[in-house]
Protein backbone atom coordinates (compact mmCIF):
# COMPACT_ATOMS: atom_id res chain seq x y z
CA UNK A 1 0.00 0.00 0.00
CA UNK A 2 2.59 2.42 1.01
CA UNK A 3 4.68 1.69 -2.09
CA UNK A 4 1.31 2.90 -4.33
CA UNK A 5 1.12 5.55 -2.09
CA UNK A 6 4.68 6.72 -3.30
CA UNK A 7 3.96 6.01 -6.88
CA UNK A 8 1.01 7.73 -7.01
CA UNK A 9 2.78 10.81 -5.94
CA UNK A 10 5.56 11.02 -8.14
CA UNK A 11 3.05 10.54 -10.83
CA UNK A 12 1.00 13.63 -8.79
CA UNK A 13 4.31 15.93 -8.97
CA UNK A 14 5.21 15.39 -12.22
CA UNK A 15 0.96 16.34 -13.22
CA UNK A 16 1.47 19.14 -11.09
CA UNK A 17 4.88 20.45 -12.37
CA UNK A 18 3.46 19.77 -16.11
CA UNK A 19 -0.06 21.50 -15.32
CA UNK A 20 2.05 24.77 -14.00
CA UNK A 21 4.01 24.77 -17.03
CA UNK A 22 1.68 24.84 -19.41
CA UNK A 23 -0.70 27.24 -17.19
CA UNK A 24 2.58 29.46 -16.76
CA UNK A 25 4.24 29.83 -20.28
CA UNK A 26 0.30 30.04 -22.02
CA UNK A 27 -0.30 33.30 -19.26
CA UNK A 28 2.64 34.95 -20.50
CA UNK A 29 2.61 34.58 -24.21
CA UNK A 30 -1.02 36.04 -23.57
CA UNK A 31 0.17 38.71 -21.63
CA UNK A 32 3.44 39.51 -23.94
CA UNK A 33 0.99 38.98 -26.86
CA UNK A 34 -1.73 41.39 -26.23
CA UNK A 35 0.79 44.24 -24.99
CA UNK A 36 2.78 43.73 -28.50
CA UNK A 37 -0.30 43.53 -30.55
CA UNK A 38 -2.58 45.45 -29.28
CA UNK A 39 -1.32 47.92 -27.29
CA UNK A 40 2.11 47.92 -29.79
CA UNK A 41 4.31 48.12 -26.73
CA UNK A 42 8.31 47.50 -27.92
CA UNK A 43 9.95 45.22 -26.21
CA UNK A 44 10.13 44.14 -23.20
CA UNK A 45 6.78 44.46 -23.19
CA UNK A 46 6.38 42.05 -26.27
CA UNK A 47 8.34 39.47 -25.25
CA UNK A 48 9.56 37.54 -22.25
CA UNK A 49 13.29 36.90 -24.20
CA UNK A 50 15.93 38.94 -24.54
CA UNK A 51 16.04 42.18 -26.64
CA UNK A 52 15.49 40.28 -30.50
CA UNK A 53 18.14 42.75 -32.20
CA UNK A 54 20.75 40.00 -29.70
CA UNK A 55 19.01 36.93 -30.92
CA UNK A 56 21.77 34.14 -30.46
CA UNK A 57 24.67 36.35 -29.88
CA UNK A 58 25.77 34.57 -26.97
CA UNK A 59 26.32 31.58 -29.13
CA UNK A 60 28.25 33.35 -32.53
CA UNK A 61 30.37 35.20 -29.66
CA UNK A 62 31.77 32.00 -28.19
CA UNK A 63 31.77 30.33 -32.00
CA UNK A 64 34.12 33.37 -32.64
CA UNK A 65 36.38 32.18 -29.54
CA UNK A 66 36.54 28.71 -31.21
CA UNK A 67 37.36 30.11 -34.50
CA UNK A 68 40.45 31.85 -32.59
CA UNK A 69 41.56 28.34 -31.71
CA UNK A 70 41.37 26.89 -35.14
CA UNK A 71 43.08 30.07 -36.44
CA UNK A 72 45.55 29.79 -33.96
CA UNK A 73 44.77 33.05 -31.73
CA UNK A 74 44.07 33.59 -28.32
CA UNK A 75 40.28 34.16 -27.67
CA UNK A 76 41.07 36.62 -24.68
CA UNK A 77 42.66 39.06 -26.95
CA UNK A 78 39.18 39.50 -29.04
CA UNK A 79 36.73 42.44 -29.69
CA UNK A 80 33.94 40.39 -27.56
CA UNK A 81 35.88 40.03 -24.47
CA UNK A 82 35.83 36.07 -23.11
CA UNK A 83 35.03 36.17 -19.50
CA UNK A 84 34.77 31.86 -19.62
CA UNK A 85 37.43 29.51 -18.67
CA UNK A 86 40.12 28.09 -20.74
CA UNK A 87 38.56 25.36 -21.64
CA UNK A 88 35.33 26.90 -22.93
CA UNK A 89 37.24 27.79 -25.64
CA UNK A 90 37.88 24.17 -26.68
CA UNK A 91 34.28 23.42 -25.39
CA UNK A 92 32.41 25.20 -28.31
CA UNK A 93 35.15 23.99 -30.99
CA UNK A 94 33.32 21.45 -31.92
CA UNK A 95 30.62 23.49 -33.68
CA UNK A 96 33.27 25.79 -34.70
CA UNK A 97 34.25 24.53 -38.03
CA UNK A 98 31.75 25.62 -39.90
CA UNK A 99 29.32 28.38 -40.80
CA UNK A 100 27.83 29.71 -37.68
CA UNK A 101 24.68 29.15 -38.43
CA UNK A 102 25.34 25.70 -38.85
CA UNK A 103 26.70 25.37 -35.76
CA UNK A 104 23.86 27.45 -33.64
CA UNK A 105 21.33 24.31 -35.38
CA UNK A 106 23.59 21.35 -34.61
CA UNK A 107 24.63 23.08 -30.53
CA UNK A 108 20.51 23.67 -29.77
CA UNK A 109 19.32 19.89 -31.06
CA UNK A 110 21.83 19.04 -28.72
CA UNK A 111 21.21 20.50 -25.59
CA UNK A 112 16.95 19.71 -26.85
CA UNK A 113 18.55 16.20 -26.93
CA UNK A 114 20.37 15.83 -23.47
CA UNK A 115 17.16 17.64 -22.21
CA UNK A 116 14.76 15.38 -23.20
CA UNK A 117 16.66 12.46 -22.33
CA UNK A 118 17.48 13.44 -18.98
CA UNK A 119 13.53 14.28 -18.47
CA UNK A 120 12.65 10.76 -19.78
CA UNK A 121 15.74 9.13 -17.49
CA UNK A 122 13.42 10.27 -14.31
CA UNK A 123 10.37 9.03 -15.67
CA UNK A 124 10.69 6.33 -17.65
CA UNK A 125 9.95 3.61 -14.64
CA UNK A 126 6.52 5.00 -13.70
CA UNK A 127 4.71 1.96 -14.23
CA UNK A 128 1.24 3.76 -14.30
CA UNK A 129 2.28 5.59 -17.79
CA UNK A 130 2.70 4.02 -21.24
CA UNK A 131 4.89 5.43 -23.59
CA UNK A 132 3.27 7.55 -25.29
CA UNK A 133 2.03 9.54 -22.10
CA UNK A 134 5.68 9.64 -21.30
CA UNK A 135 6.73 11.22 -24.05
CA UNK A 136 3.83 13.89 -23.69
CA UNK A 137 4.85 14.65 -20.38
CA UNK A 138 8.78 15.40 -21.54
CA UNK A 139 7.68 17.16 -24.54
CA UNK A 140 4.98 19.63 -22.55
CA UNK A 141 8.27 19.95 -19.76
CA UNK A 142 10.45 21.23 -22.76
CA UNK A 143 8.29 23.20 -24.91
CA UNK A 144 6.79 25.30 -21.90
CA UNK A 145 10.34 25.56 -20.62
CA UNK A 146 11.23 29.05 -20.19
CA UNK A 147 14.71 28.12 -19.06
CA UNK A 148 15.45 25.78 -22.52
CA UNK A 149 13.63 28.06 -24.40
CA UNK A 150 16.64 31.04 -23.05
CA UNK A 151 19.24 29.03 -23.77
CA UNK A 152 18.51 28.46 -27.41
CA UNK A 153 17.64 32.06 -27.70
CA UNK A 154 20.98 32.90 -26.69
CA UNK A 155 22.38 30.40 -27.65
CA UNK A 156 24.58 30.30 -24.34
CA UNK A 157 27.71 27.82 -23.34
CA UNK A 158 25.19 27.22 -20.31
CA UNK A 159 23.64 24.26 -22.51
CA UNK A 160 26.64 22.57 -22.72
CA UNK A 161 27.22 22.69 -18.96
CA UNK A 162 24.07 21.97 -18.39
CA UNK A 163 24.65 18.59 -20.08
CA UNK A 164 27.61 17.83 -18.56
CA UNK A 165 25.98 18.45 -15.07
CA UNK A 166 23.03 15.86 -16.42
CA UNK A 167 26.05 13.26 -17.18
CA UNK A 168 27.28 14.01 -13.86
CA UNK A 169 24.37 13.52 -11.82
CA UNK A 170 23.07 10.18 -14.04
CA UNK A 171 26.57 8.79 -13.45
CA UNK A 172 26.57 9.41 -9.84
CA UNK A 173 23.08 8.53 -9.12
CA UNK A 174 23.82 4.32 -11.13
CA UNK A 175 26.83 4.61 -8.45
CA UNK A 176 29.30 5.04 -11.38
CA UNK A 177 31.52 7.44 -8.72
CA UNK A 178 34.52 7.68 -10.45
CA UNK A 179 33.28 8.06 -14.23
CA UNK A 180 30.93 10.63 -12.97
CA UNK A 181 33.94 12.77 -11.98
CA UNK A 182 35.11 13.46 -15.73
CA UNK A 183 32.09 15.44 -16.84
CA UNK A 184 31.51 17.29 -13.47
CA UNK A 185 35.51 18.50 -13.77
CA UNK A 186 34.65 19.29 -17.86
CA UNK A 187 32.34 21.63 -16.36
CA UNK A 188 34.13 23.26 -13.71
CA UNK A 189 36.68 24.05 -15.93
CA UNK A 190 34.52 26.03 -18.56
CA UNK A 191 32.83 27.83 -15.69
CA UNK A 192 33.41 27.94 -11.62
CA UNK A 193 30.77 27.70 -9.94
CA UNK A 194 30.08 23.92 -10.73
CA UNK A 195 32.75 23.64 -7.65
CA UNK A 196 30.11 23.52 -5.52
CA UNK A 197 29.28 19.71 -6.37
CA UNK A 198 32.56 18.59 -4.68
CA UNK A 199 30.47 19.27 -1.34
CA UNK A 200 28.17 16.22 -2.67
CA UNK A 201 31.67 13.72 -3.04
CA UNK A 202 32.56 15.11 0.88
CA UNK A 203 28.98 14.56 2.12
CA UNK A 204 29.66 10.98 0.57
CA UNK A 205 32.74 10.28 2.06
CA UNK A 206 34.13 9.67 -1.62
CA UNK A 207 37.37 11.95 -1.37
CA UNK A 208 39.25 10.19 -3.69
CA UNK A 209 36.74 11.32 -6.34
CA UNK A 210 36.94 14.43 -4.77
CA UNK A 211 40.55 14.55 -4.91
CA UNK A 212 40.83 13.31 -8.57
CA UNK A 213 38.22 15.59 -9.59
CA UNK A 214 39.92 18.59 -8.47
CA UNK A 215 43.01 17.59 -10.05
CA UNK A 216 41.59 16.67 -13.36
CA UNK A 217 39.93 20.33 -13.94
CA UNK A 218 43.12 21.73 -13.34
CA UNK A 219 44.67 19.38 -15.55
CA UNK A 220 42.16 19.98 -18.32
CA UNK A 221 42.61 24.23 -17.23
CA UNK A 222 46.50 24.14 -17.48
CA UNK A 223 45.97 22.47 -20.47
CA UNK A 224 44.07 24.26 -22.18
CA UNK A 225 46.08 27.54 -21.32
CA UNK A 226 49.00 25.78 -22.38
CA UNK A 227 47.47 25.25 -26.05
CA UNK A 228 46.52 28.59 -26.89
CA UNK A 229 48.50 31.23 -28.24
CA UNK A 230 51.47 32.84 -26.26
CA UNK A 231 52.50 31.95 -23.02
CA UNK A 232 50.19 31.05 -19.86
CA UNK A 233 50.74 33.71 -17.68
CA UNK A 234 50.00 36.26 -20.76
CA UNK A 235 46.76 34.37 -20.65
CA UNK A 236 45.76 34.38 -17.48
CA UNK A 237 46.41 38.16 -17.41
CA UNK A 238 44.19 38.78 -20.45
CA UNK A 239 41.78 36.51 -18.45
CA UNK A 240 41.68 39.07 -15.81
CA UNK A 241 41.27 42.10 -17.84
CA UNK A 242 38.38 41.01 -19.34
CA UNK A 243 37.00 39.84 -15.84
CA UNK A 244 37.06 43.47 -15.01
CA UNK A 245 35.42 44.61 -17.77
CA UNK A 246 32.46 41.93 -17.07
CA UNK A 247 32.44 43.07 -13.29
CA UNK A 248 32.21 47.27 -14.53
CA UNK A 249 29.39 45.84 -17.14
CA UNK A 250 27.26 43.34 -15.42
CA UNK A 251 27.92 43.88 -11.64
CA UNK A 252 28.44 47.48 -11.39
CA UNK A 253 26.71 48.48 -14.14
CA UNK A 254 23.40 47.44 -15.18
CA UNK A 255 23.50 45.14 -18.28
CA UNK A 256 20.90 42.17 -18.65
CA UNK A 257 19.87 43.20 -14.94
CA UNK A 258 15.99 42.20 -16.07
CA UNK A 259 17.72 38.57 -16.88
CA UNK A 260 19.55 38.08 -13.71
CA UNK A 261 18.12 35.89 -10.75
CA UNK A 262 20.82 36.29 -8.50
CA UNK A 263 20.65 37.72 -4.73
CA UNK A 264 23.10 40.31 -5.67
CA UNK A 265 20.98 41.81 -8.15
CA UNK A 266 17.67 41.72 -6.25
CA UNK A 267 19.54 43.55 -3.15
CA UNK A 268 21.40 45.78 -5.59
CA UNK A 269 18.06 46.83 -7.16
CA UNK A 270 16.51 47.62 -3.64
CA UNK A 271 20.29 49.15 -2.75
CA UNK A 272 20.53 51.62 -5.22
CA UNK A 273 16.95 53.34 -4.12
CA UNK A 274 17.79 53.61 -0.32
CA UNK A 275 18.61 57.13 0.46
CA UNK A 276 22.00 56.73 1.22
CA UNK A 277 25.62 57.02 0.08
CA UNK A 278 25.84 54.72 -3.23
CA UNK A 279 29.35 52.74 -3.45
CA UNK A 280 28.64 49.56 -5.18
CA UNK A 281 32.51 48.11 -4.75
CA UNK A 282 31.79 48.20 -1.34
CA UNK A 283 28.18 46.70 -1.07
CA UNK A 284 29.60 43.90 -3.32
CA UNK A 285 32.16 43.58 -0.79
CA UNK A 286 30.02 43.03 2.17
CA UNK A 287 27.51 40.98 -0.39
CA UNK A 288 30.74 38.76 -0.71
CA UNK A 289 31.28 38.15 2.99
CA UNK A 290 27.49 37.15 2.90
CA UNK A 291 27.84 34.67 0.40
CA UNK A 292 30.34 32.87 1.77
CA UNK A 293 28.80 32.71 5.60
CA UNK A 294 25.61 31.35 3.60
CA UNK A 295 27.04 29.01 1.50
CA UNK A 296 29.26 27.50 4.28
CA UNK A 297 26.28 27.07 6.58
CA UNK A 298 24.35 25.15 3.68
CA UNK A 299 27.42 22.96 2.56
CA UNK A 300 27.69 22.13 6.24
CA UNK A 301 24.33 21.04 6.45
CA UNK A 302 24.51 18.99 3.32
CA UNK A 303 27.75 17.19 4.43
CA UNK A 304 26.65 16.55 8.37
CA UNK A 305 22.92 16.25 8.33
CA UNK A 306 21.05 16.09 4.82
CA UNK A 307 20.99 12.16 3.11
CA UNK A 308 18.65 12.35 0.66
CA UNK A 309 20.19 12.98 -3.09
CA UNK A 310 17.72 15.47 -4.25
CA UNK A 311 17.77 17.61 -1.58
CA UNK A 312 21.48 17.83 -1.85
CA UNK A 313 21.51 18.29 -5.16
CA UNK A 314 18.84 21.42 -5.23
CA UNK A 315 20.09 23.39 -2.32
CA UNK A 316 23.84 23.06 -4.14
CA UNK A 317 22.26 24.42 -7.31
CA UNK A 318 20.18 26.89 -6.17
CA UNK A 319 23.41 27.89 -4.46
CA UNK A 320 25.24 27.61 -7.79
CA UNK A 321 22.47 29.93 -9.69
CA UNK A 322 21.35 32.17 -6.82
CA UNK A 323 24.51 33.38 -4.92
CA UNK A 324 26.68 34.65 -8.11
CA UNK A 325 26.91 38.43 -8.49
CA UNK A 326 25.53 37.67 -11.91
CA UNK A 327 23.09 34.80 -13.08
CA UNK A 328 21.29 35.32 -15.81
CA UNK A 329 18.22 32.95 -16.74
CA UNK A 330 20.07 30.75 -18.98
CA UNK A 331 21.45 29.42 -15.57
CA UNK A 332 17.92 28.37 -14.51
CA UNK A 333 18.11 25.39 -16.99
CA UNK A 334 20.11 23.81 -14.09
CA UNK A 335 16.90 23.43 -11.91
CA UNK A 336 15.89 20.02 -13.99
CA UNK A 337 18.33 18.20 -12.47
CA UNK A 338 17.44 18.50 -8.72
CA UNK A 339 13.44 19.04 -10.42
CA UNK A 340 13.31 15.27 -12.02
CA UNK A 341 15.03 13.78 -9.00
CA UNK A 342 12.89 15.13 -6.91
CA UNK A 343 9.82 13.64 -9.19
CA UNK A 344 11.41 10.32 -9.29
CA UNK A 345 12.04 10.68 -5.33
CA UNK A 346 10.33 8.25 -3.02
CA UNK A 347 8.74 10.97 -1.38
CA UNK A 348 5.00 10.80 0.82
CA UNK A 349 2.28 13.11 0.54
CA UNK A 350 3.20 15.94 2.92
CA UNK A 351 2.55 19.69 2.68
CA UNK A 352 6.31 20.65 1.99
CA UNK A 353 6.83 18.14 -0.75
CA UNK A 354 3.41 19.54 -2.16
CA UNK A 355 5.07 23.35 -1.72
CA UNK A 356 8.45 21.83 -3.02
CA UNK A 357 6.63 20.65 -5.84
CA UNK A 358 4.33 23.97 -6.62
CA UNK A 359 7.41 26.18 -6.12
CA UNK A 360 9.54 24.02 -8.93
CA UNK A 361 6.91 24.82 -10.89
CA UNK A 362 6.56 28.64 -10.62
CA UNK A 363 11.00 28.57 -10.90
CA UNK A 364 10.70 27.28 -14.70
CA UNK A 365 8.14 29.08 -16.28
CA UNK A 366 8.10 32.73 -17.88
CA UNK A 367 7.63 36.04 -15.16
CA UNK A 368 8.87 39.27 -16.90
CA UNK A 369 5.90 41.10 -15.82
CA UNK A 370 7.32 44.66 -15.81
CA UNK A 371 6.45 46.99 -13.04
CA UNK A 372 7.29 50.53 -13.62
CA UNK A 373 10.07 51.32 -11.14
CA UNK A 374 11.16 54.97 -10.97
CA UNK A 375 12.45 56.26 -13.96
CA UNK A 376 13.07 52.75 -15.63
CA UNK A 377 11.11 49.28 -15.92
CA UNK A 378 12.09 46.43 -13.89
CA UNK A 379 11.10 42.92 -14.00
CA UNK A 380 9.20 40.91 -11.90
CA UNK A 381 11.53 38.41 -12.54
CA UNK A 382 14.22 40.27 -10.72
CA UNK A 383 12.73 39.23 -7.55
CA UNK A 384 10.18 37.15 -7.30
CA UNK A 385 13.11 34.62 -8.67
CA UNK A 386 15.33 34.93 -5.94
CA UNK A 387 12.29 34.84 -3.37
CA UNK A 388 11.32 31.42 -4.87
CA UNK A 389 14.80 30.11 -4.46
CA UNK A 390 14.83 31.12 -1.06
CA UNK A 391 11.84 29.64 -0.14
CA UNK A 392 12.84 26.53 -1.37
CA UNK A 393 15.79 26.45 0.40
CA UNK A 394 13.79 27.46 3.72
CA UNK A 395 11.53 24.59 2.88
CA UNK A 396 13.92 22.20 2.66
CA UNK A 397 15.88 22.98 5.63
CA UNK A 398 12.79 23.33 7.77
CA UNK A 399 11.55 19.62 6.55
CA UNK A 400 15.75 18.39 6.94
CA UNK A 401 15.74 19.37 10.89
CA UNK A 402 12.23 18.26 11.13
CA UNK A 403 13.32 14.42 10.16
CA UNK A 404 16.56 14.86 12.47
CA UNK A 405 14.87 15.86 15.69
CA UNK A 406 11.88 13.45 16.06
CA UNK A 407 14.83 10.83 14.41
CA UNK A 408 16.63 12.05 17.72
CA UNK A 409 13.77 11.88 20.18
CA UNK A 410 13.17 8.27 18.54
CA UNK A 411 16.50 7.47 19.65
CA UNK A 412 16.16 9.00 23.12
CA UNK A 413 12.71 7.02 23.87
CA UNK A 414 14.27 3.80 22.27
CA UNK A 415 17.36 4.65 24.92
CA UNK A 416 15.33 5.28 27.85
CA UNK A 417 13.09 1.80 27.15
CA UNK A 418 16.28 -0.17 26.89
CA UNK A 419 17.36 1.86 30.45
CA UNK A 420 14.05 0.77 32.14
Known amino acids: MEKTLIGNFKIEKLKLIVFIGIVGFISAVIYHYVLGFYKNFPWPYNSFLFTPEDKFMD ?5 IMGRDILAGNNPYINEFPFVYFPFAAFAILPFSFGNWYVGLVIFSLLVIAVFGWFLYQAIKGFENYN ?4 ASCVILLAITSYPLLFVLDRGNIEGLLFMFLCFYIYFYKKGRFLLSIIPLALAISMKLYPLVFIVLLISDRRYKETIFC ?5 VITLSSLFLMKGNIFFSVIEFMKNLHWFKETAI ?6 NYSHSL ?24 TILVFIIFGLIALY ?5 KK ?12 ILLPYVSFDYTLIHIYIPLMLFINSDEKTSKSNLATCILFGLLIIPKHYIIPVMSYNVSINVYLNPLIMLSIIGTILKEGISELRKKRQSKIILFNEVEK
Open 302 to 306: IIFAE
Open 264 to 287: FNAFKGVYLHLPIIKDLNIFSSLY
Open 131 to 134: LLEK
Open 59 to 63: FYHTW
Open 252 to 257: IGNSGA
Open 214 to 218: ILLSF
Open 309 to 320: LWRKTILLVLSM
